[in-house]
């Protein structure tokens, strides 16, 4: 509870600062009354949220077994030290409750009472209250509470009324009543009070504006303001005219802000609340063992698991005591996280300050999910410690029930450890440590799970160590040869298959041969019962015979083949000097880089360098046109 003060505190210290920085002095003035509300309901709501991440471990071999009775004489007596810090506390606490409990209540009775004995006037939507005392005009909700002679004499003037009215309209009571109904929970926290002063100014501000944007003329108004201003007793519950604001309200009216700076202020309010969240809200990581979530005995506190002694149950081992450290003993003084037990008796946290972390020699903890919490036990984590003697005296290495794996390699899987044959043997020495050879072959059961490809001489070996070992049956499961109709994943894998091609049109039907093969494979592995439940089996058309080889035809030493011969190869192109040797000849017009040349000077280029680019056209004429170039020639249709 302390810290949770402390970091309300802090919220309250770091979101005024920012209202006295950053907003006070902007005349937005229905963002900051938002502002100054929101941030009373965060700074108490943040300290109390938690943000919890669950992390899903493998588990160890841990200790889950049961505690024998203990006698009442063996448990130690400890010296209970008596606390008067906290009562005196919470003594105080309490008595500035009562008192400002007491004072609000007080100040409602006063408003209660003035309304129902003073004159009242309805007006708009409004009521005036006239009254004999020389009070400052105020407003509580919708009643407006005047000086009697002055209304009557006409000497309240309008803006003042106005003022009055902008106070009822917006509802500022609500405000008021919530900030004092803060101030009485949190009476001892002084940025409560600077909260108050904050809202109740930025009050005056709101209503300011609503009177200039009537009409008023600013310095006529601000007169009047002085004029009415006292700094006589106001009534606490309600919004009065204060000389103390006058001058800080004066300077707000002149003040216009932008809406490019309102939006920056506004935007800043994101970052401070985000890291007000991160700094001071609780976080924790749970760690949950996979192991936990199909256990129904581990959410069991230690006190009940001797009920469940059974020879039925299997119990896991321990091979070394888990002893905690300091940081362990200082978390679980936290009661509303973790319920203890010490030496199997359930017990207050605040017991570990009698201990040494030395005397614990062994813990064991479990993570309680919130539909297996009782009303006694609501913690989300049980701790069992254990001193050297009780240990000692109540643990040992029990199973009652040996599960032994063994693959087609012959390796030995026994309690989630691969042993070999010489260690199963040390193995199983460590376990059942409280029975005798003779109670063993009464009580404890050996399981042998074999696989079709486990050697039988492997079986032989472990089956003669049970035995030597002493168990009163040893069985030994084998995987079944036969799978028993379709799996609920081939019946599904059928049926998606099946109602595809019922569902198409046999004359237009498009048979893929891998799904068809994959059908008839899981129709045939399915039982009677199976095939009248699933999709009929498809009507499928006939497979397409394949096509024919070419038939060969065999020619004698000879014979002329009726085959006939491939078409002859095309004739390799021409060269470019060849080409333009043949226009030449044709009396083609020949032009290079745009300017005509003779067939010569044509021929002498392409002689000189065989890479320059032809674009022949009208080769069909008497006078084929020829262009030569360096660069390439942009062909236009």
């Not at 008192?99 to 309805?122: D, H």
């Not at 209503?207 to 944007?213: E, K, N």
């Not at 609780?282 to 256990?295: A, F, T, V």
Request: aromatic share 10%; net charge positive; glycine share 4%.
């Amino acid at each position: 509870m302390g810290l949770y003060l402390i970091k309300v505190t802090a919220c309250l210290a770091i979101f005024i600062v920012f209202y006295k920085l950053v907003l006070e002095n902007e005349s937005m003035h229905t963002y900051k009354r938002f502002y100054l509300i929101s941030s009373l309901i965060a700074a108490s709501i943040i300290p109390a949220v938690l943000f919890t991440e669950y992390i899903y471990i493998t588990p160890e071999p841990v200790l889950n077994t049961y505690v024998s009775e203990i006698n009442s004489d063996e448990i130690p007596v400890f010296s209970q030290k008596t606390d008067y810090l906290t009562p005196t506390l919470w003594t105080i606490y309490g008595l500035g409750v009562l008192i400002f409990g007491c004072k609000f209540c007080s100040n409602l009775f006063k408003i209660g009472t003035r309304i129902r004995r003073n004159p009242k006037i309805n007006y708009d939507r409004s009521i005036y209250v006239l009254l004999e005392e020389r009070l400052s005009p105020h407003t509580f909700f919708n009643f407006i509470f005047l000086n009697k002679q002055k209304f009557e004499a006409q000497e309240i003037p309008e803006e003042v009324l106005l003022h009055e009215q902008a106070h009822a309209v917006q509802k500022h009571s609500l405000d008021v009543l919530f900030i004092e109904l803060m101030q009485v929970i949190l009476w001892f926290n002084p940025f409560v009070y600077l909260f108050k002063r904050a809202i109740k100014l930025n009050h005056e501000f709101l209503a300011d504006q609503a009177v200039l944007q009537k009409g008023a003329e600013l310095s006529n108004y601000q007169k009047i303001l002085l004029a009415f201003s006292s700094n006589a007793p106001e009534t606490q519950l309600a919004n009065a005219i204060n000389y103390s604001s006058i001058k800080k309200r004066f300077n707000i009216m002149k003040k216009t802000t932008s809406k490019k700076a309102i939006w920056l202020r506004s935007l800043l309010v994101l970052p401070m609340f985000a890291l007000a969240l991160y700094s001071f809200s609780e976080s924790e990581i749970i760690e949950i063992d996979k192991g936990l979530e199909n256990s129904t005995s581990s959410n069991l506190p230690p006190e009940n698991l001797q009920e469940q002694k059974s020879d039925s149950i299997q119990y896991k081992y321990i091979e070394k005591p888990n002893a905690p450290n300091i940081q362990d003993i200082a978390k679980w003084k936290n009661s509303f996280k973790y319920a203890l037990w010490i030496d199997g008796k359930h017990t207050s946290n605040k017991e570990l300050e009698n201990y040494k972390l030395s005397e614990f020699v062994h813990y064991s903890s479990s993570f309680i999910y919130n539909n297996a919490r009782s009303q006694q036990f609501p913690q989300p984590y049980q701790v069992s410690l254990f001193t050297k003697n009780k240990f000692k005296k109540q643990f040992t290495t029990n199973n009652r029930e040996l599960n032994i794996h063994i693959n087609k390699a012959a390796q030995i899987l026994v309690q989630g450890e691969l042993v070999s044959v010489l260690g199963l043997k040390q193995h199983l020495s460590k376990l059942n440590t409280d029975l005798s050879k003779e109670e063993k072959s009464e009580i404890v059961r050996g399981f042998i799970h074999v696989r079709l490809e486990t050697p039988k001489q492997a079986v032989k070996n472990v089956s003669n160590i049970l035995e030597e070992y002493g168990c009163v049956t040893i069985d030994i499961v084998g995987q079944k040869e036969q799978q028993d109709g379709a799996t609920i994943k081939q019946l599904a894998t059928y049926n998606t298959i099946a109602r595809k091609y019922n569902e198409m049109n046999t004359s237009t039907m498009s048979i893929k041969k891998g799904e068809v093969d994959q059908m008839t494979y899981l129709y045939s592995i399915m039982t009677d019962d199976q095939k009248k439940g699933a999709e009929a089996f498809p009507k499928l058309p006939p497979m397409p015979e394949p096509p024919m080889p070419p038939s060969t035809q065999k020619i004698g030493k000879g014979e002329v083949s009726a085959i006939p011969a491939p078409p002859a190869p095309p004739a390799p192109p021409k060269s470019p000097l060849d080409h333009v040797i043949n226009m030449a000849k044709k009396n083609a017009n020949f032009y290079y880089e745009g300017k005509a040349i003779t067939s010569d000077q044509a021929i002498d280029l392409i002689k000189n360098n065989n890479h320059l680019n032809i674009d022949t056209r009208n080769t069909g004429s008497k006078n084929p046109s020829v262009k030569i170039s360096k660069e390439p020639i942009l062909i236009k249709n």
